[in-house]
């Protein structure tokens, strides 16, 4: 079984900071990518930021300049530090995985994904 689990999520006034976490936990073999996705009320998730197991950083333009992400790979674990926080990134915020499970291979990755942590920015 594999778990993300996520932490850090709040209330901020507009132009605070906040910082989530997310651990990967269980029976993994590798991970591959890791990354962020928002889901405000009436509107699909989308992505916000993503990293490869290199290093490679990609954004949402809405955050650039503003959300930092990093992973610390030997705890299979994501960040994403938040700056400059808008009433507009208020949103219940999901980690994603990308990964091999032990015993499962390495023909395809398996992607999972976290409970959702709760990111709410007053004006």
């Known amino acids: 079984q594999v778990q993300l689990v996520e932490s850090g999520g709040g209330l901020v006034q507009a132009g605070g900071s906040l910082r989530l976490s997310c651990a990967a936990s269980g029976t993994i073999f590798s991970i591959n990518a890791m990354g962020w996705y928002r889901q405000a009320p009436g509107k699909q998730r989308e992505l916000v930021a993503a990293i490869t197991s290199g290093g490679r950083t990609n954004y949402t333009e809405s955050v650039k300049g503003r959300f930092t992400i990093s992973r610390d790979n030997a705890k299979n674990t994501v960040y994403l530090q938040m700056n400059s926080l808008k009433p507009e990134d208020t949103a219940v915020y999901y980690c994603?995985?990308?990964?091999?499970?032990?015993?499962?291979?390495?023909?395809?990755?398996?992607?999972?994904w976290g409970q959702g942590t709760q990111v709410t920015v007053s004006s």
């Open positions: 994603n995985a990308d990964l091999y499970p032990l015993g499962k291979g390495l023909a395809q990755t398996y992607e999972y």
